[in-house]
C-alpha cells in the first residue's frame, strides 16, 4: 500500500514537472518568433533568370501589424535632372544622391501608418518616410524639392523600391500567428548579400523583431561572361567581333543554298 | 522553358521573342536599304529598359553580323563598289576618331545626349524631308518620270542635272574612275563624307547608313543598287572597330543580348536584300524617308513633351 501511495506520488511529481515544462516552453514559444524561413535564401543569376518570388514565413507572437523589409546595400549615386529650357527638355543638372538603398522591398499586413506611429516609422527606419531621413542629395545647381519624389519614381519605375506587398497573417493556437509574404526579386538586382527584417507591432509599437539573410551570386553563362567582359576586355571584344561575324557567314551561307546559289 | 533570358552586362532579362523580333524587323530594314539599323534598334532597345550604353554598343556588335550577312548577300549580286568603299572607310575611321573625342568633351559639359539628339533630328529632318520631296515628286507623275528615266539611262541627261556642287567635285585634284558605280570623282570627295560620316557615327553611336545611303545616292550620284552593297561594306567595318572600342573601353557590349538580335537581323537582312531586288528605287526611297522622318518626329516630340521621369540614371547618351 505504501509503494502504492509513493509510485503515485512520484507520477504527480514528474506529472507536474511535464506539465510545468510544457507550460513554461510554451510561454517562451508564445513570445518570440518562430519557424522564420525564406525560400530560396540563395538565389543564384544564371542564363534564364527574370526574377523569383521569395517567400518568407514565421510564426509570431499576438501581433496588431506585422512588416518585413528587404534591403539593399546603402550606396551614392548619381543622376542626370532633366528641365526646361525654351521649349525642349534637357539635362539641367547632376544631382549626388548618398546614402539610399540599391534595393527597398516591403510588404506589410496593413498600411504602415496604420500599424505604427510615424516617430516608430522614423526610429525603426520603415518605409520611404525612412528613406527620406537617410538619404540626402547634392547638386551643383540649386535643388527645388522635388528631388526624393522623383527618385522614389524613378526606382519604382525599374522596380527596385515597392511597398506596396502585403503580408498575410493567420491566426495559430496558442495565441500564436502564422505570417506568410510573396516578395518579388527584380530580375536585375545585382549579386551580394541582402538583409530581410521582420518587424512585430503592437499598440503602435515594435515588440518584435529578427533578420536573416539572402544570397544572391552569379553563377555559369552569367558569371562567366561577366568576368570575360570585365577582365579580359580585348579578348571579350574579339569574341564578340568573332561571333558576330560567323553568326553573318553562316546565316549568309544558309540564305545562299536555299536561294540556290549566287547570281 | 522560361521565354526570359538573362543578360549579363545589361543585368535585367528580357524576353526572347522581344529581342528576336527586334533584331529581325531590324535587319529586314538593313538589307532592304543598305543601313545598319542602329538608328532605329537603339531607341527600341532603350525603350524595352536596356541601359542606354549597352544598347549602343550591343547594336554596333549585332550590326557587325547583320551588315556581314547584307554585305555578302549584295557581294555576291556584285553590289559593292569595293574601290568606294574602302576610301569611305578610310574617311570614316578618321571620322570615328574625331567623333570619339568629341564625345568625350560633350560628356564633360553634361548634355551629349541633348546634343546627340539634336544632332539626330536635323540629320534626320533633312535626309528624311528631301527624300520624301523627291520620290513623292516622282510617284506623282509617273509619265514624265518615265520619260525622263529612259533619258537619264540614256545619258542624255545625267549631265544637264549636274549641279554646281558636282561641277565644283570636278575641279578637284585626285580625279578617279569609279567602274563600278560608274561615276568619275575626286577622291577627296568620298573621303571627306567618309569623315563627316565617321563623325556623325561615332557621335550618334551607329554604323552610319542612313547617312551614307543618301549622301551616296544624291551626292555621289551612284546606283542605288550598288549604294546599298557599298554602305553594308562601310558599315561592317566601322562597326567591328566601335565593338572592339566599347568592349576595350567601356566594357557595354552585352554578347548574349547581341548574339540575339543578329541571329534574328542576319534572317532579317536576307529576306530584306531578296525583298530589295523586286522592288523599285523610288518605292525604297519613300518608304526609307517615312521611316526616317517618323524616327526624327518621335525623337522632337520626346524633346518637347515633359518626361515621366526627370532623374535619369547617369551613363547612357
Known amino acids: 500500500m505504501v509503494t502504492i501511495n509513493k509510485s503515485i506520488t512520484y507520477i504527480l511529481i514528474i506529472g507536474s514537472f511535464i506539465f510545468c515544462h510544457n507550460n513554461l516552453s510554451a510561454g517562451k514559444n508564445a513570445d518570440n518568433i518562430t519557424n522564420f524561413k525564406i525560400d530560396p535564401d540563395h538565389i543564384e543569376i544564371g542564363a534564364f533568370f527574370d526574377g523569383v518570388p521569395l517567400l518568407v514565413s514565421a510564426e509570431i507572437p499576438q501581433s496588431d501589424g506585422v512588416v518585413i523589409e528587404l534591403e539593399g546595400k546603402i550606396q551614392d549615386v548619381t543622376l542626370n535632372k532633366k528641365g526646361k529650357r525654351a521649349f525642349i527638355w534637357l539635362n539641367v543638372a547632376q544631382i549626388k544622391v548618398k546614402n539610399a538603398p540599391s534595393l527597398y522591398i516591403l510588404a506589410s499586413s496593413d498600411q504602415l501608418d496604420k500599424i505604427c506611429s510615424q516617430e516608430e516609422l522614423e526610429d525603426e527606419l520603415l518605409g520611404y518616410v525612412a528613406i527620406r531621413r537617410k538619404i540626402t542629395f547634392e547638386s551643383d545647381k540649386p535643388l527645388t524639392g522635388i528631388e526624393f519624389d522623383e527618385f522614389i519614381k524613378l526606382k519604382e519605375h525599374n522596380g527596385s523600391y515597392n511597398i506596396n506587398g502585403k503580408v498575410k497573417v493567420d491566426r495559430l493556437p496558442n495565441d500564436r500567428q502564422k505570417v506568410t509574404a510573396t516578395m518579388h526579386i527584380p530580375s536585375f538586382i545585382p549579386a551580394g548579400d541582402y538583409e530581410l527584417f521582420l518587424y512585430c507591432f503592437r499598440e503602435g509599437k515594435l515588440f518584435k523583431k529578427a533578420s536573416a539573410n539572402v544570397m544572391i551570386e552569379e553563377v555559369g553563362l552569367t558569371l562567366l561572361t561577366k568576368d570575360l567582359a570585365f577582365n579580359e576586355p580585348a579578348i571579350y571584344g574579339i569574341s564578340a567581333i568573332i561571333i558576330a561575324l560567323s553568326a553573318g557567314i553562316m546565316m549568309g551561307l544558309i540564305f545562299s543554298k536555299r536561294s540556290g546559289g549566287a547570281h | ?317
Open chain 2, 1 to 317: 522553358m522560361n521565354p526570359f533570358i538573362y543578360l549579363p552586362i545589361a543585368g535585367i532579362s528580357v524576353h526572347v521573342l522581344i529581342l528576336f523580333s527586334l533584331g529581325l524587323g531590324v535587319g529586314f530594314l538593313s538589307g532592304l536599304f543598305g543601313v545598319g539599323g542602329g538608328f532605329l534598334l537603339t531607341p527600341l532597345l532603350i525603350m524595352i529598359g536596356i541601359p542606354p550604353t549597352v544598347a549602343a554598343a550591343s547594336d554596333s556588335n549585332q550590326i557587325v553580323a547583320a551588315s556581314t550577312s547584307g554585305t555578302l548577300a549584295h557581294w555576291r549580286r556584285n553590289n559593292v563598289d569595293l574601290k568606294m568603299g574602302l576610301i569611305l572607310l578610310i574617311g570614316g575611321v578618321i571620322g570615328g576618331t574625331i567623333g570619339v573625342q568629341i564625345i568625350k568633351i560633350l560628356r564633360t559639359t553634361g548634355n551629349a545626349g541633348f546634343v546627340i539628339k539634336m544632332i539626330y533630328i536635323v540629320m534626320l529632318g533633312i535626309i528624311g524631308i528631301y527624300m520624301f520631296q523627291e520620290s513623292l515628286h516622282k510617284l506623282r507623275a509617273p509619265l514624265e518620270n518615265v520619260g525622263e528615266t529612259a533619258r537619264e539611262n540614256s545619258g542624255i541627261d545625267r549631265k544637264k542635272k549636274i549641279s554646281k556642287i558636282s561641277q565644283a567635285y570636278q575641279s578637284l585634284p585626285f580625279q578617279t574612275h569609279f567602274q563600278k558605280s560608274g561615276v568619275t570623282i575626286s577622291i577627296l570627295v568620298p573621303l571627306f563624307l567618309g569623315i563627316l560620316v565617321g563623325i556623325l557615327a561615332a557621335i550618334m553611336g551607329v554604323g552610319g547608313g542612313f547617312i551614307m545611303v543618301p549622301v551616296m545616292v544624291y551626292m555621289l550620284r551612284m546606283p542605288m543598287h550598288v549604294v546599298v552593297g557599298t554602305s553594308l561594306f562601310q558599315i561592317l567595318f566601322t562597326c567591328i572597330s566601335v565593338t572592339f572600342l566599347q568592349s576595350y573601353y567601356n566594357q557595354t557590349v552585352d554578347i548574349v543580348l547581341a548574339l540575339i538580335l543578329l541571329f534574328g537581323s542576319t534572317i532579317g537582312a536576307q529576306i530584306g536584300a531578296k525583298v530589295s531586288d523586286r522592288l523599285n528605287a523610288d518605292q525604297l526611297k519613300i518608304i526609307l524617308a517615312s521611316i526616317v522622318l517618323l524616327v526624327m518626329l518621335q525623337l522632337t516630340l520626346g524633346l518637347m513633351f515633359r518626361p515621366d521621369l526627370l532623374l535619369s540614371i547617369q551613363g547612357g547618351h
